[in-house]
């Protein structure tokens, strides 16, 4: 039994292989020329969304980065808030910057990314810390998603997450923003005796 499937097999490749032996061109697959650009259409419109994905995912961990450090560095004396403002500010959106992306053109472009802005508001118990991230227009790959009209795509069911979403693929420059709130200190004050600076 075991002779008779080696010699279907052998069979059955010399068949396959008969037409290359001669010299014939191969002809294309029905699969490849149909399924593939397909394929790549549907692997496209994937790509930006996922993108999208983790420009939001990058956004909130680069945020929880600001907000904790600012919490843990910044200072409660307005001394030192010159310091904060100046020193400590600038260094922590150069790290946010390099985290998300934005000293890499290649993912700069993938997420489409074009300006960071880290803001901190003082209150008397929180401070307020932004991060807003601005984007461009998404590469090409998506025209298709914008051939119809929002009013068209985004019908009953969907509501106004649709049409803020087909705004974003289709018209871009849009903001994504995330803004934390942390106490004025999560660290123990050093003991200061009364009238010793």
Request: charged share 20%; net charge positive.
């Amino acid at each position: 039994m075991g002779k008779n499937i080696k010699e279907n097999l052998r069979f059955m490749a010399g068949s396959l292989l008969r037409p290359l032996r001669r010299g014939r061109k191969g002809q294309a697959m029905t699969e490849l020329v149909l399924l593939f650009p397909m394929f790549l259409i549907i692997f496209f419109l994937t790509s930006q969304i996922f993108a999208l994905l983790v420009l939001v995912q990058k956004l909130e961990i680069g945020s929880y980065y600001a907000a904790r450090r600012w919490q843990l560095e910044s200072h409660l004396s307005a001394d030192h808030m010159t310091w904060d403002d100046n020193s400590l500010l600038p260094d922590i959106k150069k790290n946010v910057s390099r985290y998300l992306g934005f000293d890499n053109q290649v993912v700069r472009d993938f997420l489409g990314l074009s300006s960071l802005d880290i803001k901190v508001v003082r209150t008397q118990v929180w401070n307020i810390v932004t991060v807003t991230v601005g984007t461009k227009r998404t590469s090409t790959g998506t025209k298709l998603l914008c051939k119809f009209p929002k009013q068209a795509v985004c019908t009953s069911p969907y509501g106004a997450a649709c049409m803020s979403g087909h705004d974003y693929i289709c018209g871009g420059g849009r903001q994504l923003q995330v803004i934390k709130y942390v106490p004025n200190r999560d660290r123990p004050v050093q003991f200061v005796l009364p009238g010793i600076k």
